[in-house]
């Protein structure tokens, strides 16, 4: 909800040194943490009314808001179940990180 309203740098800058000791409270890895936060704020880039990315792609291809917003929703959809996959199943990200052993 934050990348609705806030661009991605100033998002991480406000929430993450909140957020960073919850999650740490609660047993979350940090690698996971900041995979989901940063996932969260790639989706706030394509999403009305701050979506920068609709404003770069509206100015690049001339057609206007409307048609781009319309085709990005199917997209938005697989993006939240894989956000969803993401959070919930936590090896899907790290299992390639531990293994480069971090």
């Not at 100033?10 to 996932?39: E, S």
């Not at 609709?54 to 057609?63: E, R």
Request: aromatic letters at 8%; one cysteine or more.
């Amino acid at each position: 909800m934050v990348g609705l309203f806030l661009e991605g740098i100033a998002a991480i800058l406000v929430l993450v040194p909140i957020l960073h000791p919850i999650a740490m409270a609660l047993g979350i890895d940090p690698l996971h943490f900041g995979i989901v936060v940063i996932f969260n704020l790639m989706m706030g880039l394509i999403t009305p009314p701050m979506g920068l990315c609709l404003f770069v792609a509206d100015s690049v291809s001339g057609v206007g808001m409307g048609p781009i917003i319309r085709r990005i929703l199917p997209m938005l959809g697989v993006q939240f179940l894989i956000l969803l996959l993401i959070t919930f199943v936590p090896a899907l990200v790290t299992f390639l990180p531990r293994l480069a052993g971090y």
